[in-house]
């Protein structure tokens, strides 16, 4: 019997990582409706934002250059480590990551890791998760802003025609 609950505890334990429905982590509940330009310490679930960046503003439609832009970069310093489906490689697979988390704190997440490893218990428990650190890819904000523009993008928020 207890072997059992081991078990189960174990299967949600490699799940969580993988997963897109990880909402006892996320950092803003599920059923709150996402407003493009909202105000962002709401989004954020009102917790203390740790990284640098504190404000993110959003496009809707998305811009298609940003798009491109995000999408190379991704493919060139993410994919080896993030696929774009929920399933997990080494990181967590990016669909639905625009939903589980507010803009601002995955900017901080892709630009600044260490600081967000450190402080912020979302990042740590993933850290827990995945048992390896995302390491610090140089990003600049705007590269890190096209790559969010790629993620929302893959969760099937619409691009404006060229
Ligand atoms: C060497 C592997 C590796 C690379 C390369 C990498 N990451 Fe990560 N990433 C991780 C791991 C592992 C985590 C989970 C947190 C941790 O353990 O540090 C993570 C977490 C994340 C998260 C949070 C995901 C979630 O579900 O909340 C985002 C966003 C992210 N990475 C973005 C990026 C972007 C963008 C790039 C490319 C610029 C990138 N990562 C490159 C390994 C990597």
């Not at 439609?61 to 490689?89: F, N, S, W």
């Not at 740590?124 to 998760?129: I, M, P, S, V």
């Not at 929302?152 to 060229?162: I, L, M, R, S």
């Amino acid at each position: 019997m207890k072997k059992i609950a081991m078990l189960a505890v174990l299967g949600l334990f490699v799940w969580a990582c993988g997963s897109d429905a990880d909402n006892s982590t996320a950092d803003k509940p599920a059923s709150k409706p996402k407003s493009m330009l909202a105000d962002q310490a709401a989004d954020s679930g009102g917790e203390v934002v740790v990284g640098k960046i504190k404000e993110v503003q959003l496009n809707d439609p998305l811009d298609p250059d940003m798009v491109e832009r995000g999408r190379a970069i991704y493919e060139m310093k993410c994919a080896a480590c993030h696929k774009l489906t929920d399933q997990r490689v080494v990181g967590p697979g990016f669909k639905g990551v625009t939903e589980r988390r507010s803009p601002v704190w995955i900017m901080n997440m892709i630009t600044d890791p260490d600081a967000m490893l450190e402080k912020d218990p979302v990042a740590q428990q993933l850290l827990k998760e995945c048992l390896v650190r995302m390491p610090n890819q140089n990003l600049t904000e705007q590269d890190a802003r096209d790559v969010l523009e790629f993620m929302f993008y893959n969760d099937g928020k619409p691009v404006a025609e060229k």
